[in-house]
Nanobody
Framework: QVQLVESGGGLVQPGGSLRLSCVSS????????MGWYRQAPGKQRELVAR???????NYADSVEGRFTISRDNAKNTVYLQMNSLRPEDTAVYYC??????????WGKGTLVTVSS
């Protein structure tokens, strides 16, 4: 069983930055598929950024060039650096990992609010 805990959300003004963290209860060294998703009020959950098979990274068009996903295997942590935040980035952000045995795990989410 893998437990994920997100942190780093909060209220930020447009143009500001936040760094989200997702800490895993177990090692993520062997996990190739990890990513961040978000769900805004009244909308479906959508991919924000992820590590895909082979180490490639994928970003939603709406965040390309503003957000960066990274990982620290030694700390069992995945990060999402978010710059130049916009009101439309307001959402609950969820961490997702897919274990080598195929099970997908989700955190409970952290709320990001971009507002002046």
């Amino acid at each position: 069983q893998v437990q994920l805990v997100e942190s780093g959300g909060g209220l930020v003004q447009p143009g500001g930055s936040l760094r989200l963290s997702c800490v895993s209860s177990g090692s993520i060294a062997g996990f190739n598929a990890m990513g961040w998703y978000r769900q805004a009020p009244g909308k479906q959950r959508e991919l924000v950024a992820r590590f895909a098979t082979g180490g490639n990274t994928n970003y939603a068009d709406s965040v390309e060039g503003r957000f960066t996903i990274s990982r620290d295997n030694a700390k069992n942590t995945v990060y999402l650096q978010m710059n130049s935040l916009r009101p439309e980035d307001t959402a609950v952000y969820y961490c997702n990992v897919v274990a080598p045995w195929g099970t997908a795990y989700w955190g409970k989410g952290t709320l990001v609010t971009v507002s002046s």
